[in-house]
């Protein structure tokens, strides 16, 4: 007896599948604009972790500056959410902290994270240490665009993409 899929069904299995698509576009979209944002503030022995291994934990980013080590785990999000309120809260997980901590043992440095803002013309780039966050699992991205968190790397820089398919949007409900 086969499995009989509906119509409906196949739609909502399609509408995640994209979703999925454009979280993991935007991820890597992210990647490369913190790459250039390093080179940019004159970062050092720069290495795409996913050249190395994929999916490392903790670390997408090693670079050196000043005679220090960076472990750098990006985020990048939508500036706004789906109902237009700005995302002030760019979460890193459930177990960041004790995968920051193999980290910075296996690699010999200090974990950092850097939170790439996108918008439908601009981006802004803040980065900071983890330790900073004081054991919270999220960067509060509110409290970098004020300046009270971590440092402001870019800020509101236009970037000429079309960024229609990366913006957040409702997965049909009328098929749930």
């Known amino acids: ?26 991820g890597e979209l992210g990647e490369l604009f913190a790459i250039k944002t ?23 980013i090693i670079c050196e500056k000043d005679g220090i ?14 109902n237009g309120k700005i995302n002030t809260r760019y979460n890193l997980g ?3 902290y004790s995968k920051a901590k193999k980290a910075e043992s296996k690699f010999k440095g200090i974990a950092y994270w850097m939170a790439i803002q996108f918008d439908a013309h601009e981006y802004s780039v803040f980065f ?20 009270e968190m971590g440092e402001i790397l870019v800020n509101k820089k236009r970037h000429y993409f ?7 949007r409702k997965i049909n409900q009328e098929l749930v």
């Open 162 to 168: 079309d960024f229609e398919f990366y913006k957040n």
């Open 128 to 147: 900071g240490s983890l330790i900073s966050l004081n054991e919270s699992k999220a960067i509060p991205v509110n409290k970098c665009m004020s300046g």
């Open 69 to 82: 080590r960076y472990l750098v785990s990006v985020k990048a999000r939508n500036k706004h959410q789906i």
């Open 1 to 26: 007896m086969g499995v009989r899929v509906t119509k409906a069904k196949k739609s909502i299995n399609l509408e995640n599948i994209k979703e999925a698509s454009r979280k993991k576009s935007l």
């Open 38 to 60: 390093l080179v940019d503030c004159e970062f050092d022995k720069i290495r795409n972790m996913n050249d190395v291994k994929m999916n490392e934990e903790y670390v997408d």
């Open 94 to 96: 459930d177990s960041v």
